[in-house]
């Protein structure tokens, strides 16, 4: 079959923090033209697919400071405590059972369509409040509900995803009884075998979503497929800790992209709104992360990125060159002038 590039609309998995990674990493350049082909295609369509359906709620769970008035907001204020590093949380766990990058992403994934379903599904079945009770009652019984599980829930959606990585341990029931002992929770293996089944069940089952850093990995692929002079193994490395800082700066860096698309410091709450288009695609944070880590890896000129960029996933060049540009005025601190870019 003759070689041609790849120039389909963009998938694989992981990110990184210790050392106990490096008995998995992807080997590039092992999958053919129409493999890749099919993968882009599929993502691209999966990606559409979310943003089309998106739920108003997307992204609460995956915030380190708290935006907005909806049910999920509410139970966002209560559990600020333990939600302000929700994404560091998880990122930790799975660097100490030793997961792969990919678990904490997928998890994260799973936990965030698993609440925003189950809170929504609990407010709905709540009793109607009297007369003087207001939605306090109701917020109230929910949170009464949460309070003693919201840690096992998040510990279940690490199992869960753990078992959807390729080249992982799977995080069996001993291991989360004596992990979470460990973080001072007490469950029994039925417990949590009960958590998971509430979670597949709430999510009817559909758990294996993509995330962020499959659409990064598999456009990775395709830029070394297309170009086999890419340094994609030191790109990879570097791709793997943008996104993974992108994660832990979500707030910031999304706010900052806001307001430089509206030309406004102060967003109102539509334009936030309306904003979820742009928060929620995978597909337009991946290409940015990747432009990002190109710049700093300086392999080769900016512009010829961003070419490459958009020929493979048809996003606007300008689009992904302002996101990187925020990520990297991010990563540098806002007052470091790109003068590259």
């Known amino acids: 079959m003759e070689s041609k590039p790849l120039n389909t609309p963009s998938t694989k998995m992981r990110i990184g923090s210790s050392n106990s990674y490096k008995l998995h990493e992807l080997k590039f350049g092992a ?10 295609i599929n993502l691209n369509s999966k990606n559409r697919e979310h943003l089309e359906n998106v ?3 997307a992204g609460a769970f995956k915030q380190s400071r708290l935006v907005g008035q909806s049910h999920c907001y509410f139970v966002l204020m209560k559990y600020s405590d333990t939600l302000y590093l929700l994404p560091e949380s998880v990122f930790l766990i799975c660097e100490v059972l030793r997961l792969e990058p990919f678990t904490a992403y997928q998890a994260i994934e799973i936990l965030e369509r698993f609440m925003i379903n189950h809170i929504e599904e609990m407010f709905a079945a709540a009793p109607p409040s009297g007369a003087d009770g207001g939605k306090g009652d109701i917020y109230g019984s929910v949170l009464i509900k949460l309070s003693d599980k919201f840690m096992l829930l998040v510990f279940s959606c690490v199992q869960l995803a753990s078992k959807l990585a390729l080249h992982c341990s799977i995080v069996d029931n001993s291991t989360a009884v004596k992990f979470l002992q460990c973080l001072g929770y007490s469950y029994t293996k039925e417990t949590l ?6 979670i597949l069940k709430t999510l009817n ?3 294996s979503v993509p995330n962020p850093l499959t659409y990064v990995e598999t456009l990775l692929e395709v830029l ?5 002079d890419v340094p994609i193994k030191y790109l990879h490395k570097i791709t793997q800790l943008v996104l993974q800082f992108v994660y832990l700066q979500r707030n910031p860096i999304y706010h900052n992209l806001l307001v430089a698309t509206i030309e406004n410091s102060t967003p109102s709450e539509v334009q936030r709104v309306k904003f ?3 928060t929620e695609d995978s597909m337009l944070l991946a290409v940015s992360v ?6 700093i890896l300086n392999y080769t000129t900016w512009d010829q990125v961003l070419e490459e960029l958009r020929c493979i996933t048809g996003i606007n060049g300008e689009s992904i060159s302002d996101f990187s540009h925020i990520i990297l005025k991010q990563i540098m601190g806002s007052g470091t002038p790109l003068k590259s870019l």
């Open 31 to 40: 999958a053919s033209h129409d493999i890749l082909a099919d993968f882009l």
């Open 55 to 57: 739920s108003e709620h």
């Open 193 to 198: 075998l009960e958590s998971e089944l509430n």
């Open 205 to 207: 089952f559909y758990i």
């Open 224 to 228: 070394g497929y297309n170009d086999s």
């Open 276 to 278: 979820l288009s742009v």
């Open 290 to 295: 990747i432009a990002a880590s190109a710049f």
